[in-house]
């Protein structure tokens, strides 16, 4: 039997929203869908954004309905020719087990190839592109530039992070606790790393970052994002990913205090969503495969197993509790 996993109740204040559970049959195919059987489901940030009642890039998730995610499976059933039973195909999904979707929506046919599927959902998927249009298009680092990423270790901040190392820069990851900053110095060779739950995260900038900061790639906000922007330097360019310091409480957002150092430093501060990129996605996949294949980009990736799963699964990524990309896999 299919199975489901609603919003219940949004999110109030502080708490975090309520899910409920369906095992509901998905209806018989019209012509034009296809029947998704779903291998993994993306959990992300941006999540608490689709269920929060307000206006933003995308409409919010209703109450009732099925949880709006991405995530990647197989073709079970097809009345369209672009999807052919046994291909494989990305977008839109839910969190469901299984879904009926049309061929011409919010999805994209995929060939894995030698690659896993997870994959299509981390690097070669919307983090990924996130990390690589956020990175070389709004901060386009430099030969020997300093480059600063915040929540380093996760989905987009680990692709950011070794695209600006690609492009020859010096890069510093924040992240929380010994063990991610410990993976990005060590297995990233990133060429510092801050731990911003231990210790001034101003001292640690102004020690690894001593020419002060030509990009900073924030997925975080908050405090983080304020400390940066004194250490900037003049046209400096602040990629706003996210916020995710934020998130927890929507109502009460806290804007960047230092926005000044912006005036007196001529800094760029630019946000984005990968909804602006859509139409470049074939580019990305042209870079990021290659160096997927060839190891010079290495995927981070957390799995937690089953649907049931999804209500822990998202109050970790809120707690940074995932190392990597933090997905579902579906047990069919
Ligand atoms: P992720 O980094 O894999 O996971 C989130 C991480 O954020 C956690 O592991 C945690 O890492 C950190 N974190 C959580 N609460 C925090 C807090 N209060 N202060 C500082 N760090 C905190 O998630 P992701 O999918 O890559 O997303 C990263 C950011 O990019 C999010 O803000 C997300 O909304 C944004 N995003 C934007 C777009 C776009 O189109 N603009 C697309 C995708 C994602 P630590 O243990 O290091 O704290």
Known sequence: M??????????????????RFTEDETPDLEDGQIRLRLAYISIDPGMMGWVTDKRSYIPPVNEGEVMRAFGVGEVVESRSDLYPVGSFATGFTGVQSEAVLPAEGFI??????????NYFLSALGMPGFTGYFGMSDIGAPSEGDTVVVSACSGAVGSIASQIAKLAGARVIGIAGGPEKCKLLTEQFGLEGAI??????????????????????????GGEILDTVLTRMNYK????????????????????????LSAITHSLTL???????????????VEVLTPLVEQRKL???????????????????????????????????
């Open 236 to 259: 400096g360019r602040v990629v706003l990913c996210g916020g995710i310091s934020q998130y927890g409480d929507m109502d009460s957002v806290q804007g960047p205090k230092n926005y």
């Open 195 to 220: 731990d911003y739950k231990s210790g001034s995260i101003k001292d640690c900038l102004r020690e690894q970052c001593p020419n002060g900061i030509d990009v900073y790639f924030d997925n975080v």
């Open 2 to 19: 299919p199975s489901q996993v609603r919003l219940k109740k949004r999110p109030q204040g502080n708490a975090f929203p309520q899910w």
């Open 108 to 117: 994209r046919r995929i060939e894995p190839g030698n690659l896993p599927l």
């Open 298 to 332: 290495r995927v981070l990736e957390h799995v937690v197993e089953g649907l049931q799963n999804f209500p822990e699964a998202f109050e970790m990524i809120f707690a940074g509790r995932n190392l990597g990309k933090l997905m579902l896999k579906v047990e069919q």
């Open 270 to 284: 630019r946000g984005f969503t990968m909804q602006d990129y859509l139409l470049q996605i074939p580019e990305a």
